[in-house]
């Protein structure tokens, strides 16, 4: 006779994974072996894994930039703005101007790039 299929709650999977957990952490916390994971993830989700670990994982992140882009603009948070100006624009807070040296009969010249 066949053992009775363990229960997964996916719904807490799925946030567990979109917290940034790996599938052994996942395993350990439902006190599951990391193969019945795995292997009921293509049972129940008919998918690998690691594609199931992928997908929830990029929505965690949508969840994130989403709070960050709300605390910049609707919250007005300054340092938000500053930081998502760096990240997403490639912004800087100075630039630096290196000067090259250039002596030609003893006059010297700065050249600015």
């Not at 994974?17 to 916390?29: H, M, N, S, V």
């Not at 998502?84 to 090259?100: A, C, T, V, W």
Request: net charge positive; with cysteine.
């Amino acid at each position: 006779m066949a053992r009775p299929k363990t229960k997964i709650d996916w719904k807490r999977v799925n946030e567990l994974l979109e917290a940034d957990c790996e599938g052994t952490e996942i395993a350990a916390y439902l006190g599951l072996s990391v193969n019945t994971l795995y292997n009921r993830c293509k049972l129940d989700n008919k998918c690998n894994f690691s594609e199931y670990l992928q997908q929830k994982k990029a929505k965690g992140n949508s969840l994130i930039k989403e709070k960050q882009f709300e605390a910049a603009t609707i919250d007005k948070d300054r340092s938000m703005l500053i930081w998502l100006g760096k990240q997403r624009l490639n912004q800087k807070d100075k630039s630096e101007i290196d000067q090259k040296t250039t002596e030609i009969k003893g006059i010297t010249f700065k050249d600015k790039k």
